[in-house]
């Protein structure tokens, strides 16, 4: 069964920081490109930041030089260092897991919510 648990979401000030991990399991790692994904209310669920399974990178022009994503392959996780945080960044981040082998794979945490608020 695969699993994908996100973490580390809360409130934060305006100019604040925060880390999101997500750990996998069920799933070879490594295989898969991973990304980090936002809901607004009343928005549609957007890319914030991919890492491929070979560390390439690619982030949304809106938190570009203020999150940086990362992965841990020995421990099946994924990060995302969130800085100087707005608060138009307040959503539910999920986190996604994709490859294609033969077919689409793909799988989805529940998210963790962000706040930026005073």
């Known amino acids: 069964q695969v699993r994908l648990a996100e973490s580390g979401g809360g409130l934060v000030q305006p100019g604040g920081s925060l880390r999101l991990s997500c750990a996998a399991s069920g799933i070879i790692f490594s295989d898969y490109d991973m990304g980090w994904y936002r809901q607004a209310p009343g928005k549609q669920r957007e890319s914030v930041a991919v890492?491929?399974?070979?560390?390439?990178?690619n982030y949304a022009d809106s938190v570009q030089g203020r999150f940086t994503i990362s992965r841990d392959n020995a421990k099946n996780t994924v990060y995302l260092q969130m800085n100087s945080l707005k608060p138009e960044d307040a959503a539910v981040y999920y986190c996604n897991a994709a490859r294609w082998l033969v077919r689409f794979f793909e799988y989805w945490g529940q998210g963790t919510l962000v706040t930026v608020s005073e």
């Open positions: 890492i491929t399974s070979g560390g390439s990178t």
